[in-house]
């Protein structure tokens, strides 16, 4: 386990729709990391929050948007929602994110979305 | 831009045995970290082993080992004794100097009994 809680494991859909993915950090960690993986992109990094602050994008859609809460937990919210959004969306935290090139990351075991 | 390449889709290995997984990067910074995660079936991201640019030994952890060439900007990754349980996808990913995380395509390895 690695500490990383994301809700929901899984959600269905339909196009048009708007939904939000919750991730809970690890205990101790300032930065939180959004990722989308599908079969045709691979891993591709979406966005970063620090202690509440953007810290760095990817590429994000601007139907995506993030944030990152007091409590240090962070929201992925995905509107107008396409076929193509379906993926798994993983989040994954570390301690800062940018104090050292070995910080780990340490994901959630994803959201699988499935946009009908 | 950097770039992870993973050129394997899929390997098959004999449990027991050895299998190298390969990656190769391209960055133009002095600076970088090598990471290789795995992902089981169930989806969930485990991190394996971390090599910095300027590491004068291989990483090392348990069974895994990487073997870092960085004249050919190459960091391939070494699982020794296969165990069934090693049936997963492997990412490469680099870190260098944006501090951004990117990955490779990854490669899937199946261990056979």
């Known amino acids: 386990d690695s500490g990383v809680t994301q809700t929901p494991k899984h959600l269905i859909t339909a196009t048009g729709q708007r939904v939000t993915l919750r991730c809970s950090p690890r205990s101790g960690d300032l930065s939180v990391y959004w990722y989308q993986q599908s079969l045709d992109q691979g891993l591709q990094f979406l966005i970063q929050y620090y202690n509440g602050e953007e810290r760095a994008k990817g590429n994000i859609l601007e139907r995506f948007s993030a944030q990152q809460f007091p409590d240090l937990h962070s929201e992925l919210n995905l509107s107008s929602l396409e076929l193509g959004d379906s993926a798994l969306y993983f989040c994954?935290?570390?301690?800062?994110?940018?104090?050292?090139?070995?910080?780990?990351?340490?994901f959630g075991s994803g959201t699988q979305l499935s946009v009908l | 831009a950097q770039k992870i390449t993973q050129t394997q889709p899929g390997m098959f290995v004999q449990e027991k045995e050895a299998v190298t997984l390969d990656c190769t990067y391209d960055t133009s910074d002095p600076s970088y970290g090598l990471f290789w995660y795995k992902q089981p079936s169930s989806g969930e991201m485990i991190f394996l082993i971390y090599?910095?640019?300027?590491?004068?030994q291989n990483a090392t952890e348990g069974r895994y080992s990487l073997n870092f060439q960085k004249a050919r900007k190459s960091a391939n990754l070494v699982i020794s004794a296969s165990q069934l349980g090693d049936s997963a996808m492997y990412f490469c990913?680099?870190?260098?100097?944006?501090?951004?995380?990117?990955f490779g395509a990854g490669t899937t390895v199946t261990v056979r009994a």
């Open positions: 994954a935290s570390s301690v800062a994110g940018f104090t050292g090139l070995n910080e780990k990351l340490f």
């Open positions: 990913a680099l870190r260098s100097n944006d501090y951004k995380l990117s």
């Open positions: 090599q910095g640019s300027y590491d004068q």
